[in-house]
């Protein structure tokens, strides 16, 4: 027989004989008797469990340069389970569109196990980008959550002088060297 605690524990009660009778289950008490000597005996056992509880790796995460409108390669943390049961994660949300996460939801944490969280970088615009991961789970610190940051670049090349004109050169020879100048114009490089 297999009782569940609203946390998600378990207890599982197998009874050696069909003298034996789970009776209640009432917060972390549990009740059953015992008639395998001629008596009735009552035993009570309680148990103490903790919640899951929520740790994570880290509390920021930096991508630094990334060309605007390009994902960048994925950082990962870890989300801990320190409790009992399972911490069952429902939700990942973001403060900006600049970040984004590939992790399917919903997902569980066993206790004393830990999962990883894939966060990408994909800048709207130039400049400093910073935002939040928010961890939405059944831990009593929900919601958990992370920094973010990185730093939109948009790199555009122009060239100095736009056309080059050798005039008349014989058929297979080499000309005088002519120079171009490459400046970027752009935001980062």
Known sequence: MLWHWPGGETFAFSPLSSQQTLHAISGNRVVYTDSRNGNADIFAFDF???????????????????????????????????????????????????FYTTTPLPFSVLSGGSASVDVW?????????????????NSPSSPESVS????????IA??????????????????VPAGVTVTNTGVGC
């Open 48 to 98: 103490t469990f903790t919640p899951p509880l929520a740790s994570l790796s880290t509390g920021a995460v930096s991508f630094g340069n990334q060309q605007v409108g390009v994902p960048r390669g994925l950082q990962t943390f870890r989300i801990m389970n320190g409790g009992n049961g399972h911490l069952d994660v429902t939700g990942l949300s973001f403060s900006t569109p600049d």
């Open 121 to 137: 970088f994909s800048p709207t615009t130039t400049g400093s980008r910073t935002g939040t991961i928010t961890i939405v789970d």
């Open 148 to 155: 973010l940051s990185g730093y939109g670049i948009n790199p």
């Open 158 to 175: 122009t060239l100095s002088p736009t056309s080059i004109n050798f005039g008349n050169q014989q058929v297979s020879t080499i000309s």
